[in-house]
């Protein structure tokens, strides 16, 4: 059985300007130990779709799905106080920006035992003791002092390893990454990446690497989901959408990284995600689309089969019958 | 912590120099001669008028009297009072009890009801609770405190007969002075019996409570107002933080939430705004002081002000701002117990 299954993901927001859909029908099957990315620039709703899951968006947003089930519990249904038994234990999360997740006005001490006491039930000692062997396993140097300092006394790679810990103290089947690494200098983030693999294969928890970079899916991911507007635009696994995406968008991302640049500068996708206001009327890609047509801007695409990455695209690119021919 | 002591410690100096240029020139400048007040009508020969003013050394230059007044204040003596001719160090330390209750009283109400009617509000964004307080903070916060005073007079005092309108204590009451505060005096005096069924309570410390809960409410409603609508605004601001998405995240429950995690981060700048609440509780009970007859320094300074007194007014407005600064000290040592950023710097 599937450990996360989600169908047809909407989320809406009420806001002062009328209803707005940040996540448009989003699908995401992941088993146990899967590490799954999901690629998209900043406003594609990646964070929208993972928050709704953790029943952590604000009473503003409308969630609907035809299915949502984790670990046998059904998400859509379930009761905020069985909900509160599962998140930040079977199934966590961490943030984008490490610096101002954690309380300022507690000890990261603090913060850790906390989980543990709540979930666990665990007495003083074994709290301390787990927290010392957390801080280790995510590599922070002297666990035992670094237990009574504060958030803003330490680094934002330190903070992030914090969060990390706290996130699989419980020893969580599922992890969810919201881009842990976009606040880090170059040289953490690789560290910080790296943590998360080691972690995910030592402990064999499924990891869904929510991230803006292609570059950071390479090394991590199995399965690739590409997410624009609200929707999922393709997915397929690392090494194929590398070699033949099929979704123009996708292209266009990796085409956007630094080691597939063919000039100096790199080349970026011009203009931006599209907001509340601008969303097109037909393909939410099309303004930005260098193969865009006619019926592009007209109609919305359909969603293609897996042969295609399930590619929502009029013209889906680098089918196999083009090559050949 | 002690560097930071010793630094807000150092900022003292210049600011008491302030104050008492201040309550020096403050009462210099109001129109009306102090010896003239004291003649009264009956008026005074000239000879008499330029006699008393080498006394009191007004026929000196400006510079010369503030440095005559600083040179006493460095030793401790504040003068004289012209009125009752008793020390104003003294006189000051008699009343100050009477005020500091009052505005103990006044700022723990205020307090006790602001901090979690803000917290309920805050939860209840936008629904009935929210709305309600909100309206009935802003019109605590604009009412006119002796109007304000007066309805509450005529609603207890007059209507229902609950309470005294003013003073300190019943004048059929006498016990020995031990702290000052009447309430925990007229405790040590004995005497009070209580008895539920029917209720009865009597006594000096129930005649020191009855006369203590107006002025109390009085004095308590604007920072009540103000208390509920900062720890609202601060609630909602840090209920938006990434932290808290965090502490949600982990799965904790919603009151460890508000509690824990988002109160005492909303309690930074609330703390600051109480500090600055009851430097001017000491300040301003004047108003209700002077409507209740609450013999405290606030009725002491409108008095003495009446009079030209000018030792007592300069010396007990420059007592009050220390007052105020040590209180402002004090919510800085607070403010970095609970603040751990500002405990490290
Ligand atoms: N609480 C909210 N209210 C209204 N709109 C929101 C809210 N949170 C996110 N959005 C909107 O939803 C869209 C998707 O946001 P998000 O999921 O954060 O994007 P991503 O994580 O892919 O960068 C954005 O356009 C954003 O403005
Ligand atoms: S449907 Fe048209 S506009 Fe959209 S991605 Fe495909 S080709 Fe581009
Ligand atoms: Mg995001």
Redesign the interface.
Known sequence: MALLEVRNLSVDFETTSGRFRAVDGFDLTLDPGDITAVVGESGSGKSVAFLAM?G?LPWTATITSDVMKFDGNDLRSITPRS???????DM??I?Q?PM???????TVGFQIK??LR??LGMDRKARHARAIELFEQVGIPAPETRLST?P??MSGGMNQRV?IA?AIACKPKMLIADEPTTALDVTIQAQILELLTSLQEETGMALVLITHDMGVVAETAQQVSVQYAGQKCEQQEVTALFERPHHPYTAALLAALPERATTKHLPTIPGVVPGQFDRPKGCMFAPRCSIATELCHTTPPPVGGAEIGFARCHTPINLKAEEEA | MLNFLLSRLMTFIPTFIGVTLISFSFIRVLPGDPIIVMAGERGMSDERYAELRAQFGFDQPLVSQYWDYMTGVLQGDLGTSFVTKKPVFDEFFALFPATLELSLCAITLAILLGIPAGVIAAINRGKFFDRALMSSALVGYSMPIFWWALLMIIFFSGWLQWTPVSGRISLMYFFDDVTGFMLIDSLLAGGNSISLFPFEADGPFFSALSHLVLPTIVLATIPLAVIARQTRSAMLEVLGEDYIRTARAKGLPPSRITYVHALRNAMIPVITVIGLLVGTLLAGAILTETIFSWPGIGKWMVDSIYRRDYPVVQGGLMLIAVMVMVVNLTVDVLYGLINPKIRKS
């Open positions: 953790m952590l909900r509160r038994q599962i998140i930040g234990k966590s999360m943030f920006e101002t997740s954690l309380n300022p006005c507690y906390e989980a709540i979930h504060f803003h006394q969060m706290m």
